[in-house]
T-cell receptor, first 116, second 111 residues
């Protein structure tokens, strides 16, 4: 049973390009969470998704950022028209069907986005 | 002032020492998490607490809801425990996963 898989591990984008970050949850997990870790800062919650539903997007920037978790395939965090301030590590976590986000949550290795 | 404060920020210990990392928070919570972030960046969930105490191997986590304080203890520390330890809280009424994180405590255990 593979863990939470995030890809790519490292992503370099020029200012103005789009960044697509993928997260494949653990098998049997239907809840996905995205977090951002800016350099020298703590983690910050971005969005909580279930299959085909956004449950809580209160941590998402109002513009340029979107997330989805389709019925089939990975969850995608999309950043349009990236700026230097988007450079960060983006982590995904998943938890099982009944949403037990305790020690039953598992994190991916993160995607390190660098905007040049 | 951050809603979740950890102390110390940095901690260096000798192998075998007993270690305590503290977390204080200023909001009402429904759960508190302790996470471990390895030097390579990967994150592992260690504990989720809403009351009392939990133990897993050499790790012990306690929480005092009245005092709004939690501690993470490591007994018989080992160099492989070197990592950043992060406290995070879920505020009352917040969705699961909507966590407020501390800035972490960087632990280095010397052989």
């Amino acid at each position: 049973n593979a863990g939470v898989m995030q890809n790519p591990r490292h992503l370099v984008r020029r200012r103005g390009q789009e960044a697509r970050l993928r997260c494949s949850p653990m098998k049997g997990h239907s809840h996905v969470y995205w977090y951002r870790q800016l350099p020298e800062e703590g983690l910050k919650f971005m969005v909580y998704l279930q299959k085909e539903n956004i449950i809580d997007e209160s941590g998402m920037p109002k513009e340029r950022f979107s997330a989805e978790f389709p019925k089939e395939g990975p969850s995608i965090l999309r950043i349009q028209q990236v700026v230097r301030g988007d450079s960060a590590a983006y982590f995904c976590a998943s938890s099982p069907r009944y949403g037990r986000m305790g020690t039953e949550a598992f994190f991916g290795q993160g995607t390190r986005l660098t905007v040049v | 002032k951050n809603e979740v404060e950890q102390s110390p920020q940095n901690l260096t210990a000798q192998e075998g020492e007993f270690i305590t990392i503290n977390c204080s928070y200023s909001v009402g919570i429904s759960a508190l998490h302790w996470l471990q972030q390895h030097p390579g960046g990967g994150i592992v969930s260690l504990f989720m607490l809403s009351s009392g105490k939990k133990k897993h191997g050499r790790l012990i986590a306690t929480i005092n809801i009245q005092e709004k304080h939690s501690s993470l203890h490591i007994t018989a520390s080992h160099p492989r425990d070197s990592a950043v330890y992060i406290c995070a809280v879920r505020s009352e009424g917040g969705s699961q996963g909507n966590l407020i994180f501390g800035k972490g405590t960087k632990l280095s255990v010397k052989p």
